[in-house]
């Protein structure tokens, strides 16, 4: 089971020191069970004034505010969830997971990802893309939002660093990626990414892949902040973004399939909202590449790069086998690399890739 390293950490409700203690150990008064649904819980952590103790389960710990237990002695302030962030939390602790090339991935991956064989060469070059960016060796490779892990791609990405911090605000998606890392060495935090319970200049570099934008919009700069807190000097932050409807290339190649989508997504926003009791669905937001290049006092060092331009339905629309779709997605990938920071700022899926300067 792999080990917690707790100089890393800190609260995330006082940001004080952590530190590990048995159950057992803890104050009578402290009304803390001594299991977390199926599993029985035997360790967790404490902060420095022995106020909030923070379960660990399976070797994950578990450092949502809203899974602390108060063991001080004055009334404590309630931990709430706002409500679009409370809709990732649920739709990711619900979802099931399939097997995929012997690997655990969202039973809903389908619904983003064209898995058919005349895109699978194109898709993997772009799974890929992070490496080249997030340094060439290192001891801690910060994954915000790892998600389980369900593609070997992703797995290569930490092949360069010692060890891979997976941050996510699922529970369940933690278990699977720790069944997805056998061979290698991972830290597991059940953690909110706009409040990252690690300290100051601890990761030798950070990757945020298809997460920020299911962050409510207001603060979506807040977690920027916190992954460029928590990178060492020097290192490199790399977030893929989707721009959605901000994107020229999707927008004049697919107009009505984006007018639709556009649609969809506005109309989905106001069921929510009439419906808050409804089925957990997940949250969106895309802010566009201007909103980067001018919201952060690091803006002036953020560089954008293309990790893929087409979206799913510019494949299964315009990309099939017996019409040379392998040979045009070739192309297009050739392109991709030969022109990278001009089709970032206009294809589906941009690279975001800040440089955090020697301090």
Known sequence: MPTIET?????????????????????????????????????????DNNTYFFPIVEGIALLLPSYAFY?????????????????????????????????????????????????????????????????????????????????????????????????????????????????????????????????????????????????????QGIAVEEMYRVA???????????????SWLMNITLLPVQIYRIARHFAGKAFVQLRPASKPRLYFYPHSKQWFYSHFSFSQNIETYCWRSLNKYFLKIFVHKHLGGEKLLNWISQLETKHSKRIGKIGEYPMYVITKKGV
């Open 7 to 47: 100089s890393l950490l800190r609260c995330p409700i006082t940001k004080q020191n952590l530190r590990k203690i048995s159950v057992n150990d803890l104050p009578s008064k402290a009304d803390v069970p001594h299991s977390f649904g199926n599993y029985t819980l035997i360790h967790g952590l404490v902060n």
């Open 232 to 246: 060492k000097p020097n290192s490199k932050i790399v977030i893929v973004y989707s721009q959605f409807y901000h």
């Open 71 to 219: 063991i001080g002695n004055e009334l404590p302030e309630q931990q709430k969830m706002p409500f679009d962030k409370k809709r990732v939390f649920e739709y990711y602790n619900e979802i099931d997971y399939i097997l995929n090339e012997n690997f655990s991935i969202y039973s809903d991956s389908a619904k983003w990802v064209d898995f058919r064989d005349v895109s699978s060469n194109y898709l993997k070059k772009s799974f890929l893309k992070a490496k080249d960016y997030l340094g060439s060796r290192g001891q801690y490779l910060l994954d915000v939002a790892s998600g389980p892990i369900g593609l070997k791609e992703y797995i290569k990405l930490s092949e360069n660093f010692s060890v891979r911090i997976c941050v996510d605000i699922s529970f369940k998606a933690l278990i699977q990626a720790k069944w997805n890392l056998p061979n290698q060495e991972g830290i597991f935090i059940c953690a909110d990414i706009a409040n990252l319970p690690l300290k100051e200049n601890t990761c030798d570099a950070v990757l945020c892949q298809h997460t920020l934008y299911h962050v409510p919009k207001d603060e």
